[in-house]
Nanobody, 128 residues
Framework: VQLQASGGGLVQPGGSLRLSCAAS????????IGWFRQAPGKEREGVSC????????FYADSVKGRFTISKDNSENTVYLQMSSLKPEDTAVYFC??????????????????????WGQGTLVTVSS
């Protein structure tokens, strides 16, 4: 059971990146997948989440309108398309899986304690 996050890198302000979170050893069909980020000296914060129970998507206010989360069931992968990137988006980004028991949508998606499986981080640096 493993999540593999990838796609980070260095990008100029205003640029775009797409992060991927690939699952192996289990199906994402029964999990909500969340993206979190942690900047140096700051707490880990929820960025976005997609529910498998009903397809709902959630975003932190700081990224609404700029980030889009999506899921490819055939690839067992979740993506985070990030656009109009700002220096304050610089952080290590993690993906994580939260079980959705009996098809019930995860609540408080931004709470890291809801997530049982974590991928390694991928660094996103937004700088000119």
């Amino acid at each position: 059971v493993q999540l593999q996050a990838s796609g980070g890198g260095l990008v100029q302000p205003g640029g775009s990146l797409r992060l991927s979170c690939a699952a192996s050893g289990f199906s994402l069909n029964y999990y909500a997948i969340g993206w979190f980020r942690q900047a140096p000296g700051k707490e880990r914060e929820g960025v976005s989440c997609i529910s498998s129970a009903d397809g709902s998507t959630f975003y932190a206010d700081s990224v609404k309108g700029r980030f889009t989360i999506s899921k490819d069931n055939s690839e067992n992968t979740v993506y985070l398309q990030m656009s109009s990137l700002k220096p304050e988006d610089t952080a290590v980004y993690f993906c994580a899986a939260a079980p959705e028991i009996l098809g019930r949508r995860v609540t408080t998606w931004y709470n890291p304690e809801k997530y049982t499986t974590w991928g390694q981080g991928t660094l996103v640096t937004v700088s000119s």
